[in-house]
């Protein structure tokens, strides 16, 4: 029975969904939404609130700044309240309001950039922001998820040991890339196990983490619209990247059988899912990592006319619809 006191403490690390009924490939979803920020950023942002404690650079007269595309703010909202620190969340206005709210209901503060810098996207401008904020004053402090190594460390200790401890036969990891935290973690432990597992990167069509123009984005946590300086390609095997698009039907596909995941587990499960289809998958175990879950997008992904507007009246068929959108 696990007991807390404070909500950092909580995370269900050996959860997965077996999708080979619902998609016919094998492959196993490690479900990382289940602790009280609701996704796997809670381990990045313990990991640097903690570093950043050990090294004096947090004090309690500190206010905490980050650029968060939603969940990393969330955790970090909720560690703020549990240890009584202030913090800024500098997000755009591609973030989901519900994360939003989630965040000033932690009694977090939360900053809204409207307009994306010409060259460098939306995330350019939070980051320019945010220079702009902590050259202003000293008690800010900036943990910088894009360059801060406690990130992938994170997942070095935890996300990649937990894998490896359920499949001690595993061949093939799908990781989703946005800083690359979990991807640069993962793929660090899994070179120096003892036996060899192929690395695939999962990005969205429109970022530019491995090269390729940019383009609109709309689902937020995968993706970025500069190169993550966290990333060592020389880690990861294979990059698939997958369109919008793919991602909303994977993830209607899952709500489908009762699992509602958020958008870049749709994005990660479609690229799983192509490159199994493309390679003899049959004997092999594969395990893909489910960032969060689905209630943060009921107002996006899982609603009809935003998936209409942004993608077009057949984005999904009829039949591809959730059972709710269906009715209506
Ligand atoms: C929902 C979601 N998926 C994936 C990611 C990407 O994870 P990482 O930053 O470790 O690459 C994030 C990061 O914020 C996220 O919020």
Not at 4 to 30: C, M
Not at 275 to 296: M, S, Y
């Amino acid at each position: 029975m696990p007991v807390v006191s404070v909500p950092q403490a909580f995370n269900e690390d050996d959860l997965y969904v077996d999708l080979r009924s619902i998609f016919g490939h094998p492959l196993f979803l490690k479900c990382e939404g289940f602790n009280f920020a609701g996704s796997i950023k809670l381990k990045a942002a313990a990991e640097m609130v903690e570093a950043a404690e050990r090294d004096g650079v947090l004090t309690p007269a500190s206010i905490l700044v980050e650029s968060s595309s939603g969940n990393l703010g969330v955790a970090l909202a909720m560690i703020a309240a549990s240890k009584g620190y202030r913090f800024l969340c500098v997000t755009d206005s591609r973030c989901n309001l519900s994360t939003r709210l989630l965040m000033e209901a932690l009694g977090s503060r939360v900053h809204v950039i409207t307009e994306p810098d010409a060259v460098t996207g939306f995330l350019g401008a939070r980051i320019d922001y945010l220079r702009a904020l902590c050259a202003s004053d000293d008690r800010y402090v900036w943990l910088n998820q894009y360059t801060n190594p406690f990130n992938w460390k994170a997942h070095y200790r935890t996300t990649a040991p937990a894998i490896a401890r359920q499949f001690p036969r595993l061949d093939v990891l799908f990781v989703g890339a946005g800083t690359t935290g979990t991807l640069m973690g993962c793929a660090r432990y899994f070179r120096d196990w003892h036996r060899r597992v192929h690395i695939v990167a999962v990005d969205s069509v429109g970022s530019v983490i491995f090269g390729g123009a940019p383009g609109r984005r709309m689902i937020p946590g995968l993706g970025m619209s500069i190169r993550p300086p966290l990333l060592d390609e020389s880690n990861v095997d294979e990059v698939v990247r997958v369109e919008e698009a793919d991602t909303i039907r994977a993830c209607h596909r899952l709500a489908r059988r009762g699992f509602l995941f958020g958008g870049s587990t749709g994005t990660v499960v479609s690229g799983a899912l192509s490159w199994l289809a493309d390679h003899d998958a049959r004997e092999r175990t594969a395990v893909a990592i489910a960032p969060d879950l689905g209630e943060r997008y009921l107002d996006t992904i899982y609603q009809t006319a935003w998936l209409h507007a942004l993608y077009g009246e057949d984005v999904l068929g009829s039949g591809e619809l959730t059972a709710g959108s269906r009715v209506a």
